[in-house]
């Protein structure tokens, strides 16, 4: 008996306005470019495109998209569902212009949409599933027939203006609009000089990062593909790019020599290719002059500002060029290893002893001075103070280096609590480099923090567009735990341990969007590895904390008391030590502590005091007011 015929399948995209759903990819992209949208949202979206114009009620989105677990969560996930769109959208619930909400009953979809379905040869027409969208055959042959028409009159007036003007057309480069500089070759044939051919792809991107009109994907992003072979249009599809740079460094005793090649990404056409031959002194002014010759190249508009930041460059000492870049590697891939940023700290203050006029070295050890207090390998204040102090060298000798300005934005948000300064460096810091994805991540999480929620988001949107490295999971996950925007809080922490599985923060940030969601079986699985992973006492508050949710409150206030006794011998931060009294009901000793971490300006409240459901019940308070309105927070 033969087997019975599969179906081809089917490729629809629905468009409206400037957006287009890619149903198969499930990809929603405006104008060309992808929007971060994925699960629920997405779906949503989908239902109702499908049915255009008319209303699309909860139960049939329910029954659609909520699977039955989920079922006491359906009217929060819809209405978040719901709001992300508008946002990626620029909808308005008030004014709509695509999303209408039908109170009790639904949502319609109010725009007009256009559907095209892309079948298979072996598909007939006949064979399509109802509610798939159908080719409009007239309409095709009309299109087709408008289209003769216009390549025809096209190319008479072209013949046309040939005559009268005695030229013949030539190729222009075309005009584009993203780039990926892949990882350069090291050619000098000693493997102990990969950090020099690294650290100059970084700091070509760096520079690139200066042109406004031209997306750059972040260093995260393509040093995966150091010594990939896979093709150039397959990175490119990867990277949502029109182009990529690729090339190569060899160094030879007192010069260097640099390759770089432009190609157009979907063709694989070749368009530029220079060599660039200096002395080791002038490498600032060589990568300016490479990154300077691709904008041109990809006809990018440079304002006279911007190319003057590219073209701007020092001599340097060849060795504090070399210990910079040593630096700048160990803090760019291991942040969050103390040992990793102590080596970093050595190699960027060898790189300023040996030149003490090189700004960059100043920026990276302020940098690792932060993230060192961050980890807790150095005393808070000591590490603002250190921090300050590099800066100002850095920005005193080059006031043009947008990494700076970002650091200076961290220490205003996470040390200052000035929120104004935060904002105007964070500003900066990208006005000087648009595409320095770094800065648009501190400013998401800062944005969140301080809740202006639609920047925030519009901020993710930017990110998603330049880093698809690991960088990325961790700023969603921190945004959306600020914005104790649950659902989309599970689905970023989930992507992210895709790539690491035992990253604890991941796994706390996982539990909390559980436990947010009423979910407090899984919330306690992924609070235990956190414990099992990290030991981080963190993680024994929030499995307290949901036994007690759960109504185990026996366990949750054994764990309490354990981990009270324990830290009596090794103090935790006034801020951990807070939520441990909060979890065992004892507000006095937990306002007590909170307010100690307050006066100190301890890092926990900068990054969890608003959001943290460890805190919950402290919050109707009156003291708890107090320290967010002496934060100038509101609850």
């Not at 290893?337 to 970093?344: E, F, N, T």
């Not at 648009?434 to 639609?454: I, K, M, N, Q």
């Not at 943290?612 to 100038?632: I, K, N, V």
Request: proline share 4%; glycine share 6%; aromatic share 8%.
């Amino acid at each position: 008996m033969p087997a019975p015929a599969t179906a081809a399948p089917t490729a629809r995209v629905l468009r409206f306005d400037a957006f287009e759903l890619d149903l198969r990819a499930a990809e929603l992209r405006k104008s060309g470019v992808r929007l971060r949208l994925q699960g629920q949202p997405l779906q949503v979206l989908a239902a109702l495109l499908n049915r255009a114009g008319d209303v699309v009620t909860h139960e049939e989105l329910r029954a659609q998209i909520w699977t039955a677990d989920t079922f006491v969560d359906f009217d929060h996930s819809l209405h978040n569902a719901v709001a992300r769109l508008r946002e990626v959208l620029g909808d308005s619930a008030e004014t709509p212009r695509y999303i209408e909400t039908l109170p009790r009953r639904g949502y319609r979809f109010i725009g007009a949409v256009h559907g095209r379905a892309v079948i298979s040869p072996s598909r007939s027409a006949q064979t399509d599933q109802p509610g798939q969208v159908l080719v409009d055959l007239r309409l095709t042959k009309y299109r087709k027939l408008l289209a003769t028409t216009f390549l025809a009159v096209l190319v008479i007036g072209l013949a046309v203006w040939l005559v009268h003007t005695g030229t013949h057309p030539t190729s222009a480069a075309p005009r584009l609009n993203s780039i990926a500089v892949l990882p350069l070759e090291n050619l000098s044939g000693d493997p102990s000089e990969e950090f020099f051919a690294d650290g100059m792809t970084d700091q070509l991107i760096t520079d690139l990062a200066k042109v406004g009109s031209l997306r750059v994907i972040s260093r995260t992003s393509v040093m995966r593909y150091k010594g990939t072979r896979k093709s150039l249009p397959e990175i490119a599809r990867e990277l949502n790019v029109d182009a990529i740079v690729e090339g190569s460094v060899t160094r030879s005793g007192p010069r260097v020599r640099v390759t770089a090649q432009l190609i157009q990404a979907p063709t694989d056409q070749h368009l530029w290719a220079e060599t660039y031959d200096r002395d080791l002194g002038d490498i600032l002014k060589l990568q300016g002059e490479v990154a300077n010759s691709i904008a041109g190249q990809v006809r990018a508009q440079l304002t006279p500002t911007q190319q003057a930041l590219i073209l701007r460059a020092h001599a340097v000492n060849p060795d504090a060029y070399d210990a910079y870049l040593k630096g700048r590697l160990y803090f760019v891939n291991e942040f969050s290893k103390p040992d990793s940023l102590k080596k970093a700290q050595r190699y960027f203050e060898e790189s300023i002893q040996k030149d003490p006029h090189f700004a960059l070295a100043y920026a990276g050890l302020a940098d690792t001075y932060v993230y060192l207090a961050f980890v807790g390998a150095l005393q808070k204040d000591q590490a603002y103070r250190s921090s300050k102090e590099a800066l100002a060298k850095a920005l005193e000798l080059d006031d043009s280096i947008g990494e700076a300005y970002d650091t200076l934005g961290v220490l205003s948000f996470r040390f200052d609590w000035d929120w104004d300064s935060a904002d105007r460096a964070f500003n900066r810091a990208i006005a000087l480099a648009p595409s320095y994805s770094c800065a648009h991540e501190d400013r998401a999480t800062f944005l969140s923090f301080v809740g202006r929620r639609a920047e925030a988001l519009a901020e993710l949107t930017k990110i998603d567009q330049l880093d698809y490295g690991s960088n990325v999971g961790f700023t969603e996950s921190a945004t959306y735990y600020e914005l104790q925007d649950y659902p989309n809080l599970i689905e970023s922490s989930r992507r992210a341990l895709l790539l690491d599985p035992n990253d604890w923060f991941q796994h706390f940030n996982l539990g909390v969007g559980y436990e947010g969601t009423g979910k407090l079986s899984e919330a306690t699985s992924e609070y235990q590895k956190v414990i099992k992973i990290s030991g981080n006492p963190r993680g024994a508050v929030a499995l307290a904390h949901a036994y007690s949710a759960a109504g185990k409150k026996a366990e949750a206030e054994k764990i309490l008391l354990d981990l009270e006794r324990k830290l009596k011998a090794t103090p935790a931060s006034p801020y951990t030590m807070a939520t441990i009294y909060a979890g065992l009901g004892e507000n006095d000793k937990a306002f007590e502590f909170l307010e100690k971490a307050y006066s100190e300006k301890s890092l926990g409240i900068s990054s969890s005091l608003k959001s943290d459901l460890l805190l919950d019940s402290l919050r109707p308070d009156p003291r708890f007011q107090s320290l967010l309105h002496g934060m100038a927070l509101k609850n």
